[in-house]
């Protein structure tokens, strides 16, 4: 763990509340999927570092984020309110969306959380146009902050966003989360060189490599990018290594793919308790603390998903609603 010290004790403890969280919603996503309760959960196990950590360093009420769909942590680290995210994965009504959007695609435009799409790499493209449009209204200390896996990177896309970007030097902070799978494809399979901040160099930008499972390095990282943006720096290329310790959704079954012997191994190395030891180990919290701030969270998530639950479905009337101009019956 590098340079806890940079940080309060009270953003510490943020950063350990804000990856806990994001482990109980992505365990309670699986389980309401087993239940037949919701459709599909992606989970995002091995990534609360990575999150936590950009989260922290984003600017709330001036930055902009465009996420990608395993973004369950750095949603909610970035201002989305926990009861919107459980509306999405239960498609109620009360959601943002109307109950319209697949999981884990919210959106709060308030917040500065950008909707996106299923198609990869597409919020790519959007993220370097909203960096742009900052530059050209001169709306100083504001960026973009992009979220994607190391699979995104090999659509073109990721390529065309990373070109203009760099051009233009746009205050845009690039953040892959490399988790080494793309659903089914080993990034040995995908790329020659393993390391994705190696292909800055090839825009003349800035390629930095950090450690996903340690938020602080990550959060360290993601504020000295936004700090080089906002000054006029332009874009920085930043991967945050880590693993996927689940499968890839609920419909997945990674067995088929990779060996339960290599995920056991890479659990090893699971961001969560081990931050909870630097903490420990620092002082910052007591062993009674962190199980106290465990039982804290367990309970939220428990009382938010039995209220959420209970919220209406969309009225089957308003299924042509923001789909055709006019009155949304397109049948009148």
Known sequence: MIAAEALSNEQLV???RNMLIQRAVDSRGFQLNRQGKIAIAMGSEGHEAIQAGAGLAFVRGK???YPYYRNTGITLACGLALEDLFRSQFSRATDTTGGRSIINHVSDRKKGIASISSIIATQCTHAAGAAYAFKVRRERDRAVLCTFGEGATSEGEWHEAMNFASIHQVPVI???ENNQWAISTHISKQMRNPRVAARAAGYGIEGVTVDGFDPVAVYLAV???REKAVSGGGPTLIEATCYRFLSHTTDDDDRTYRTRDEVERERSNDPVPR???VLLERGVLSGDEVEALRREVAR???EL???IEREPLPEP???YGNVYGGADDPWI
């Open 14 to 16: 943020t950063l350990l």
């Open 63 to 65: 930055d902009v984020l």
């Open 174 to 176: 690039w953040l892959c």
């Open 223 to 225: 504020r000295g990018a």
């Open 275 to 277: 931050f909870e030891r």
């Open 300 to 302: 939220e998530v428990n």
């Open 305 to 307: 998903t039995d209220r």
């Open 317 to 319: 009337a308003s299924l």
